[in-house]
């Protein structure tokens, strides 16, 4: 079974900075898909970025529109963590975002995996 640890949420300006990241056991993370998801209240999941698994040597990156150009994905392996930097951050992007597995993305948007992690509260004020 995946587990899956989130950290680095919390309260931020409007305009600011922040970065998650995604813990796994030692090697695994190279094998799967990561997304990261988020869920603001009352809304349903929306998926934010994918990254492919290092396995999958023609998958791309992808992010939904809502946060293209201001957040990026990234893998270290050595670490066996993914990233999720958000910069120019906006009250829109307030929710609780979730590190999830699959076996690949599941397309821009979308929030389809098989693994999940406890999730990170990210608040953004005015």
């Known amino acids: 079974q995946l587990q899956l640890v989130e950290s680095g949420g919390g309260l931020v300006q409007t305009g600011g900075s922040l970065r998650l990241s995604c813990a796994a056991s030692?090697?695994?993370?190279?094998?799967?898909?990561i997304g990261w998801v988020r869920q603001a209240p009352g809304k349903e999941r929306e998926g934010v970025s994918c990254?492919?698994?290092?396995?999958?040597?023609?998958?791309?990156?992808d992010y939904a529109d809502s946060v293209k150009g201001r957040f990026i994905i990234s893998r270290d392996r050595a670490k066996s963590t993914v990233y999720l930097q958000m910069n120019n951050l906006k009250p829109e992007d307030t929710a609780v975002y979730y590190c999830?597995?699959?076996?690949?993305?599941?397309?821009?948007?979308?929030?389809?995996?098989?693994?999940w992690g406890q999730g990170t509260r990210v608040t953004v004020e005015t």
């Open positions: 990254i492919p698994s290092i396995v999958n040597t023609g998958g791309v990156t």
């Open positions: 030692a090697n695994t993370l190279d094998f799967y898909a």
């Open positions: 999830a597995a699959a076996w690949g993305c599941p397309g821009p948007g979308l929030a389809e995996y098989d693994y």
